[in-house]
């Protein structure tokens, strides 16, 4: 792992083993007609897996890929589930995309439109029972993502979410400029319509050296407030692979009791 002007770049020193969790890991390609180019993505399945399973899309950082989100903590934590395990799909967002529509192309209309209608026919997944979330820039990209498609998901999270307290304080590349920021400002949509999520399940967590907590337990805060349903952590550590990592035992049984509940 390498800290790269405040954000993280992976890479797993050994490649994890599905195999030894009783999951099997499938590649898959999706010809995006919107991007203009091949996207490859990664699916993790329950070997003894059948049709009709809910959906979990996960979202990587940025400078991270699907890859990036495989690890054996992942791994272990959907085998813990049993046969309540969802299928998941690691949807790739590019170097720096943040997951939504701009002007090298509609990421976020990608996500919807065309990486996870692949993904429900690769897996035969219940379409119905899609749940979304994601790490740092896949946080974001899982809270926007949900908020312009309403009753679209079960529930929505996000790890560490990369949301900025303004545009001036957004990272290079985030964002084309400040009408796109204004555009997908999460805060400012959580103090003006709290209620934006329609009371899904949505789930929050941070670290406690964290450079997003400020802006993220805000965000957790303002729609608490309004009534959404929100779990919200901050854990010890910071804006790092260790601390996801760590905590997905709680994350994936989240996602999962929300995707039986849908």
């Known amino acids: 792992m390498l800290a ?5 770049v992976w890479w797993r020193v050994r490649a994890p083993n599905p195999g030894r969790y009783g999951l099997r890991r499938i590649a898959f390609t999706v010809h995006s007609r919107l991007l203009h180019q091949d996207l490859g993505e990664v699916a993790v399945v329950p070997e003894s897996g059948g049709a009709g399973r809910p959906l979990l899309v996960f979202l990587h950082g940025r400078g ?13 934590a ?40 692949e993904a429900i026919r690769l897996l035969h997944a219940d379409s119905h029972r899609v749940a979304i979330g994601g790490t740092s820039m896949g946080g974001f990209g899982a809270f926007d993502i949900a908020r312009l498609w309403p009753h679209r ?36 949509v959580a103090r003006t319509d709290p209620h934006v999520y329609g009371r899904i399940p949505l789930w929050v967590d941070t670290g406690t050296t964290d450079f997003f907590r400020q802006a993220d337990t805000t965000f957790a805060r303002l729609l608490k407030a309004g009534g959404e349903r929100v779990r919200f952590h901050v854990w ?27």
Not at 4 to 8: K, L, Q
Not at 93 to 115: C, F, I, K, L, Q
Not at 174 to 187: P, Q
Request: contains cysteine.
């Open 4 to 8: 790269v002007a405040g954000f993280v």
């Open 64 to 76: 991270g890929s699907p890859a990036s989100l495989m690890s054996n903590q992942l791994f272990s």
């Open 78 to 117: 959907l085998r813990s589930l049993g046969p309540k395990a969802p299928d998941l799909v690691a949807v790739d967002g590019g170097e720096a995309s943040y997951y939504h529509d701009r002007r090298d192309g509609p990421w976020g209309t990608y996500v919807v439109r065309e990486a996870i209608p």
């Open 153 to 188: 998901f079960c529930a929505a999270g996000g790890n560490s979410p990369a949301i900025f307290l303004s545009g001036a304080q957004s990272a290079a590349g985030a964002f084309d400029d400040a009408e796109d920021f204004a555009r997908h400002d999460l805060l400012a």
């Open 236 to 262: 010890p550590g910071g804006h790092a692979a260790a601390h996801w990592d760590g905590h997905f035992p709680e994350y994936v049984r989240f996602f999962a009791r929300a995707l039986a509940r849908c």
